[in-house]
């Protein structure tokens, strides 16, 4: 499967954003789906995730973003609330569907004022 993240972008503290991914093909069977993102000159670190149906979430992020799959747009989205400047990465979607892993190319999040 093919991933295209879109949704990026600069917002100020405390602002609001919200990410999508669009997949190439249906994802009603992808039992995997995640965000993860790389803040400039880190690791890839992880977001959020909803595996099995269940969604889990980074200490950093949990109460403030949220994760949602739509099985008739195909889609993978992050809602993000109360943004922090530390929230400022490229964030990635990423997919596991018998045992292939994909990732899209990624999305800039800007968070300053």
């Known amino acids: 499967v093919q991933l295209l993240e879109s949704g990026g972008g600069l917002v100020q503290p405390g602002g609001s954003l919200r990410l999508s991914c669009a997949a190439s093909e249906t994802i009603f069977k992808i039992n995997y789906m995640a965000w993860y993102r790389q803040p400039l000159g880190k690791q890839r670190e992880f977001v959020a995730v909803?595996?099995?149906?269940?969604?889990y979430y980074a200490d950093a992020v949990k109460g403030r973003f949220a994760i949602s799959k739509d099985n008739v747009r195909n889609t993978l989205d992050l809602q993000m609330s109360s943004l922090e400047p530390d929230d400022t990465a490229v964030y990635y979607c990423?997919?596991?569907?018998?045992?292939?892993?994909?990732w899209g190319q990624g999305t800039q999040v800007t968070v300053s004022s």
């Open positions: 909803i595996e099995n149906g269940a969604t």
């Open positions: 990423r997919s596991i569907q018998q045992g292939v892993v994909s």
